[in-house]
């Protein structure tokens, strides 16, 4: 559905999306991606790494569970959810700064997560752009729900904190 729309309102741009990973265009991207998408894939966390290095920008929202584990669906497809601490070693990469948001918890001690990263100057490119939104529409509740403006970002040491104090 992503790439369908990406083609259909985004045809006059140099827009490029892909059913399967293509590395090559990769390379200075932008890299989207939803979580049950990553989860279909086997090797999701050595593939995410990969697409850290290589693209500029990104966000992507996932699933992770206390250990890897992987979860059958009545459709047959599996589901691959990576365990915390090989989750937590993607974020090693000292030339992106990663924001983490609307993370959930849930009773099966799985951690729901979204996250924005980049090269340092787009992320922080992204927060005064956010910070001038949030200011604008301060008084504006339904834009500033509508646009996500309420949430939090962690940067990785918080988030790591809470990932560990929930799973330790």
Known sequence: MFNFFCNKFHNQNDVKVN???NFKEIKNSIFFAKGITLLYIKKNISILKKILKYSKMGS??????KNKKIKILNTGKQMHFAG????LKLFKN???KFLFKN???DKNKKIYVEIIYGDKKYIENFLKEFDFYKSKFAN???TKKALGLN???FDF??????INYYYN
């Open 94 to 96: 000292k030339n992106k």
């Open 157 to 162: 040491d918080q988030f790591q904190k809470k």
């Open 103 to 105: 993370f959930l918890f």
């Open 60 to 65: 992507f929202d996932i699933s992770i569970n």
């Open 19 to 21: 059913k399967f990973i």
């Open 151 to 153: 949430c939090q970002f």
């Open 140 to 142: 504006d509740t339904f």
């Open 84 to 87: 915390y601490t090989d989750f």
